[in-house]
């Protein structure tokens, strides 16, 4: 019988790389920031007045280590901007999972607005990248206080490239359309806090002892020494 460790080396060395559902967008990226080595872009959604941003980086932290800040659902809120909650749902396995997510508007009676995702992670070890795929779902659920808007759609890729063992590019791209009444300007500073800040504190959690400590024992690591050991996940340069 083969080891947990042995069935999910095998699942991964077959999986193709997942991706969110597209946003079809009509423009070219445009960078909007660049600040404490992070730049921030942004473009038009064909058919929306919200924008899709994507933020991007290099982190001083091993990849399992930022995953296991990605996989700590429960802990959202200490770093992903303006996240209020974020709770389990359902586990399919360690790499497929459901949640629920509460987003606050940063506006004086406006409701906050919240969603269903699915996510999940999938390896490209030739590529030497790992990527997390975030995206809402029509699945019923129902908030226990009964308020807020569901959203009408969420995306959201976390993309990792392994520069070195202790070093990773990240990347990190999100496209919402919040439902209700929500002004576009409002709607536009909040999308590019959600990656530009997220990518920020991503980087700062992984600093954080309990991650690095847990990344020993977690369920990445060992997956990504093997392909290492194996000369199948390759360093990658962006």
Known sequence: ??????????????????????????????????????????????GSKYLETKAETEIDAPMEVLLEVLMDIPNFPKWMHDCKEATLIEKENDFHRVL???????????SDRWAVIDSKTTYDHPAGTCTTSLASIDRPYERADGKGIRMNKYTGTFELRMVSRDKTWVRYTAYSDPAGFAPAFVAKSTIRKVTFNGVDNWAKMAKDPHYIKAAETGVAKPIIEKAIADGVHKLSKK
Not at 5 to 27: E, I, N, R, S
Not at 100 to 110: A, D, E, M, R, W
Request: proline content about 5%; hydrophobic content about 45%; some cysteine.
């Open 1 to 46: 019988m083969k080891t947990r460790l042995q069935w999910l080396w095998a699942f991964f060395m077959v999986v193709t790389l997942v991706t969110a559902p597209a946003v079809c967008a009509d423009g070219e990226w445009k960078q909007w920031k660049e600040e404490k080595g992070i730049i921030g872009y942004e473009r038009p959604v064909e």
């Open 100 to 110: 629920y997510f509460n987003q606050n508007v940063p506006v004086i009676g406006q």
